[in-house]
Protein backbone atom coordinates (compact mmCIF):
# COMPACT_ATOMS: atom_id res chain seq x y z
CA UNK A 1 0.00 0.00 0.00
CA UNK A 2 1.18 3.39 -1.16
CA UNK A 3 -0.11 6.21 0.36
CA UNK A 4 -0.15 10.37 -1.28
CA UNK A 5 -0.74 13.00 0.99
CA UNK A 6 -1.34 16.42 -0.42
CA UNK A 7 -2.35 19.65 0.58
CA UNK A 8 -0.68 21.36 3.15
CA UNK A 9 0.89 25.14 3.04
CA UNK A 10 0.74 27.96 5.26
CA UNK A 11 -2.41 30.03 6.73
CA UNK A 12 -3.15 32.75 9.11
CA UNK A 13 -4.74 31.68 12.60
CA UNK A 14 -8.57 30.88 12.19
CA UNK A 15 -7.97 29.70 8.47
CA UNK A 16 -8.62 26.46 7.49
CA UNK A 17 -6.99 23.90 5.12
CA UNK A 18 -8.13 20.20 3.70
CA UNK A 19 -5.29 17.81 3.72
CA UNK A 20 -5.77 14.64 1.26
CA UNK A 21 -4.36 10.89 1.36
CA UNK A 22 -4.51 8.77 -1.72
CA UNK A 23 -4.34 5.55 -1.23
CA UNK A 24 -3.14 2.85 -3.58
CA UNK A 25 -2.05 -0.90 -3.90
CA UNK A 26 -3.99 -3.86 -2.51
CA UNK A 27 -6.00 -1.93 0.65
CA UNK A 28 -8.42 -4.75 0.83
CA UNK A 29 -11.90 -3.57 1.94
CA UNK A 30 -11.32 -3.71 5.38
CA UNK A 31 -9.11 -0.99 6.64
CA UNK A 32 -8.47 2.34 8.81
CA UNK A 33 -6.97 5.59 7.38
CA UNK A 34 -5.32 7.62 10.37
CA UNK A 35 -3.90 11.04 10.43
CA UNK A 36 -1.30 12.16 12.89
CA UNK A 37 0.70 14.91 13.33
CA UNK A 38 4.38 15.80 14.65
CA UNK A 39 5.27 18.96 15.23
CA UNK A 40 9.47 20.17 16.06
CA UNK A 41 10.47 18.46 19.15
CA UNK A 42 7.92 16.16 19.73
CA UNK A 43 6.59 13.00 19.28
CA UNK A 44 4.04 12.16 16.70
CA UNK A 45 0.34 12.38 18.07
CA UNK A 46 -2.95 11.08 16.98
CA UNK A 47 -5.29 13.47 14.64
CA UNK A 48 -7.88 11.65 14.00
CA UNK A 49 -9.16 8.50 11.77
CA UNK A 50 -11.83 7.08 9.94
CA UNK A 51 -13.17 3.30 9.79
CA UNK A 52 -13.18 2.81 5.63
CA UNK A 53 -15.63 0.69 5.90
CA UNK A 54 -18.15 1.55 8.73
CA UNK A 55 -17.39 5.24 7.88
CA UNK A 56 -16.91 5.86 11.31
CA UNK A 57 -14.47 8.74 12.80
CA UNK A 58 -12.65 9.17 16.06
CA UNK A 59 -10.60 12.36 16.80
CA UNK A 60 -8.25 13.63 19.63
CA UNK A 61 -9.95 15.98 22.09
CA UNK A 62 -7.54 19.00 20.79
CA UNK A 63 -9.63 19.22 17.44
CA UNK A 64 -12.75 17.87 18.06
CA UNK A 65 -15.01 20.46 16.64
CA UNK A 66 -12.57 21.49 13.79
CA UNK A 67 -11.28 18.99 12.50
CA UNK A 68 -13.50 16.71 9.80
CA UNK A 69 -12.38 13.53 8.59
CA UNK A 70 -14.38 12.24 5.48
CA UNK A 71 -13.78 9.61 2.28
CA UNK A 72 -14.24 9.11 -0.65
CA UNK A 73 -14.30 5.07 -1.61
CA UNK A 74 -14.09 5.85 -5.10
CA UNK A 75 -10.87 7.05 -4.68
CA UNK A 76 -9.78 5.40 -1.96
CA UNK A 77 -9.01 9.09 -0.29
CA UNK A 78 -9.54 10.51 3.10
CA UNK A 79 -9.84 14.16 3.77
CA UNK A 80 -8.98 16.14 6.44
CA UNK A 81 -10.46 19.42 6.66
CA UNK A 82 -9.23 21.85 9.55
CA UNK A 83 -11.19 24.80 10.52
CA UNK A 84 -10.30 27.22 13.00
CA UNK A 85 -6.85 26.61 12.67
CA UNK A 86 -4.36 27.90 15.58
CA UNK A 87 -0.96 27.88 15.74
CA UNK A 88 -0.61 25.24 18.08
CA UNK A 89 -1.75 23.19 14.95
CA UNK A 90 1.70 23.81 13.18
CA UNK A 91 3.32 20.11 12.15
CA UNK A 92 4.07 17.99 9.65
CA UNK A 93 0.81 16.15 9.07
CA UNK A 94 1.08 12.48 8.25
CA UNK A 95 -1.45 9.51 7.28
CA UNK A 96 -1.32 6.56 8.04
CA UNK A 97 -2.69 3.00 6.90
CA UNK A 98 -4.29 0.01 9.28
CA UNK A 99 -5.23 -3.13 7.92
CA UNK A 100 -7.26 -3.75 11.44
CA UNK A 101 -10.22 -1.69 10.24
CA UNK A 102 -10.38 -0.19 13.59
CA UNK A 103 -9.50 3.54 14.06
CA UNK A 104 -6.83 3.79 16.79
CA UNK A 105 -4.47 6.54 18.13
CA UNK A 106 -1.30 4.01 18.65
CA UNK A 107 0.47 4.91 16.00
CA UNK A 108 1.93 1.69 15.84
CA UNK A 109 -0.80 -0.39 15.01
CA UNK A 110 -0.08 1.72 11.06
CA UNK A 111 2.00 0.15 8.74
CA UNK A 112 2.58 1.85 6.25
CA UNK A 113 2.70 5.92 5.87
CA UNK A 114 2.64 8.61 3.61
CA UNK A 115 4.88 11.16 2.90
CA UNK A 116 3.87 14.11 5.32
CA UNK A 117 3.09 17.71 4.57
CA UNK A 118 3.91 20.64 6.71
CA UNK A 119 1.08 22.90 7.90
CA UNK A 120 1.80 26.02 9.43
CA UNK A 121 -0.44 28.27 11.42
CA UNK A 122 0.76 32.24 11.80
CA UNK A 123 -0.66 34.07 14.36
Known amino acids: VQLQASGGGLVQAGGSLRLSCAASGRTGTSYAMGWFRQAPGKEREFVGGISWTAGSTSYAESVKGRFTISRDNAKKTVYLQMNGLKPEDTAVYFC?????????????????WGQGTLVTVSS
Open 96 to 112: GFSYSGIVSNDRTRYCH
